[in-house]
């Protein structure tokens, strides 16, 4: 047991090393738009604080959905944070999943060079949006009488830059459109174009509604502020997705050119050998050992060759 175990974990660490090779030589060629998206979060944050300055609170609004949907009150405002929590967590764990699973069709750092891309463009829309016209919020702290919905005066500009976690819960005036959804929507379409679990995808934009609903539910939006995220989003991404190169399919690559892929092409492989021998052809010893991965050798995605020593017995 604890052979099969030391055997197993020399794989992983094998796999995990060339993971991280490859994925360093994507950094070095790709940092500057890593780093570009990263400083542009920064400066979100930064023009989301600066209007909260200059917001005014007033009467809530007339919206539809504040109609249609029951008030969750303050004590349930987590519900929403949970659920976009669960989503943002369960993203980025994705996105490094081939560091440690052998089922890869991505590479992390182009996947969030892409991420970010259609971050980046959506708040840049969103913040020429807000600082148009600035809405009375209709969170609770926003409200009239709340010492939160207006900030006083900054004494420097420090004040303004220095974005602390209080002031991203409690920040007024932001709100078309919703930063949740913008996050949300580019996860859940990345996700939908390069996962392989249908169910997770089906998953994922029923979460996006849901998310939608708690968002409303709990007065941290108008309805206005999701439903342009929506529509707005989805059409960055698909223009945005048009002009960048696309990800190479890992699944196309290296091993999936030497191993048969699922059952079917077991079948006609094997289909295929006893044609030859019915026909009165041998199979070709060295084509056997190439179909079944090189007589032990394991090609990782065509990127590093990997020796499973276990079959020599070492």
Known sequence: MS???GREASKLWKRFCAEVSTEINLLAENWKYIL?????QYIHGVAARGVHYIHRPGPTLQDAGFFLLPELGQDKAYISETVFTTIFISFVLWTFHPFIFKSKKIYTVLVWCRVLAFLVASQILRIITFYSTQLPGPNYHCREGSKLATLPPPHSALEVLLIIPRGILYGCGDLIFSSHMIFTLVFVRTFHKYGSKRWIKHLGWLLAVVLSLLIIASRKHYTVD???AWYTVNLV????DKNLPEIPDRSSTGASLLLPVSNRDK?????EENH???NGHSVDPMDRRQRNGMNGKVMEDGLAVHVDSAINGA
Not at 267 to 271: L, R
């Open 3 to 5: 052979l099969y175990i």
């Open 36 to 40: 570009g998206g990263i400083i542009f």
């Open 226 to 228: 999701v439903v342009v």
């Open 237 to 240: 991404v698909f223009f945005v």
């Open 267 to 271: 079948d006609d492989w094997n289909k």
């Open 276 to 278: 030859k021998l019915l």
